[in-house]
């Protein structure tokens, strides 16, 4: 069978066509995709800034010791240290866009207005953006007339040499591989180097995630948060020892799978929430004592509207932040992931 000629029908394509007088099937809905598991620009404390060079005073205590003295002794004293200053840079981050006046007053799908649609979606990609700054290996830079400043990350605050020995609880900073040479520098001359992989990696072991939870917990840090991301997390979840859980399903109903680590038990403090993070590198299992970080901001996310200079409105958003490490032994990490 076939199409009678002369058929007066939908397609806008064929010589006798109505295409051009049917309306437009179009949903009234923008679906926008917008992860805003933004763990650390939301869970940690907030505190102002009010330079661009943000500072503070970190200080531990003496290892205990043997301490017995003879009765009716006169005192003897030492010299104390003063507490370490350490500061971060603030930086900078910036969301623009510019709408014509025709186009904020057609009439548009999914939106009344397209200044507040940029508005709430750059507002996010912001947010986004200074989550990656917070958690990752970047390093902190004073700039220049030329150069932006930029604030040290978890990853370059967490400091200590690297250790391959997962035989017992001695480091920060632990290695998944035995053959690793990662290096992560820390606080000097008042700025942070970005940290370094080194060239050999290997799979996430338990060995060493107790590792880096362990070493915190020795030198007085509660390492309640992991941060990994989605493939730290699946090896995580295939750990040996994730217990089995058994749920009680109705012989009518599905049966749910549960192959997920949500929280990790272990021997060094309180049990630690493993969070998946879409912004920590894949390298690296950040375990955050949050009781010992902050952000610090200068200027809080806002936007603001520039001069107009045409038939267009321009709008800018910016935040002026930077991450603070309260002391950099309370939280640990496993470097060199693969």
Not at 8 to 35: C, H, K, Q, Y
């Amino acid at each position: 069978m076939a199409q009678v000629t002369g058929t007066t029908w939908s397609n806008s394509t064929a010589t006798f066509s109505m295409g051009t007088n049917v309306r437009e099937d179009l949903e009234d809905v923008i679906w926008l995709l917008d992860p805003m598991d933004t763990w650390a620009s939301t869970n940690l404390d907030r505190v102002d800034a009010t330079a661009t060079y943000h500072e503070w005073l970190q200080d531990n205590l003496a290892p205990a010791s043997a301490n017995a003295q003879i009765e009716g002794d006169d005192a003897g004293f030492s010299t104390a240290a003063p507490a370490e200053r350490v500061g971060n840079v603030l930086q900078i981050a910036r969301k623009t866009f510019i709408v014509s006046g025709t186009l904020e007053e057609v009439r548009k799908a999914g939106r009344a207005s397209e200044i507040k649609r940029l508005g709430t979606k750059y507002l996010k990609e912001l947010k986004r953006d200074i989550e990656y700054a917070l958690v990752r290996n970047q390093a902190s830079s004073l700039g220049g007339a030329a150069t932006a400043r930029s604030c040290a990350g978890m990853e370059s605050w967490i400091e200590g040499p690297t250790s391959t020995s997962h035989s017992a609880v001695s480091n920060v900073v632990a290695a998944s591989t035995l053959a690793g040479t990662a290096t992560t520098p820390g606080f000097s001359g008042g700025t942070l180097v970005a940290p370094t992989d080194g060239t050999t990696t290997a799979a996430l072991t338990e060995s060493a995630l107790k590792m880096a939870l362990g070493g915190a917990w020795e030198d007085g840090g509660d390492p309640r948060v992991i941060l990994a991301s989605q493939g730290v997390k699946a090896q995580i979840d295939a750990f040996t020892g994730v217990a089995t859980r058994f749920v009680d399903v109705d012989r009518t109903a599905k049966a749910s799978i549960i192959a997920s680590a949500n929280v990790y038990v272990h021997s060094y403090g309180s049990p630690s929430m493993v969070v998946l993070s879409r912004y920590t590198r894949s390298s690296v299992a950040l375990c955050i004592d949050p009781a010992y970080w902050a952000v610090a901001y200068l200027r809080r996310p806002f936007m603001e509207t520039l001069a107009q200079t045409g038939d267009a409105q321009k709008k800018q958003m910016l935040a002026e932040f930077t991450l603070i490490c309260r002391n950099s032994v309370a939280s640990s990490k496993v470097v060199a992931i693969a």
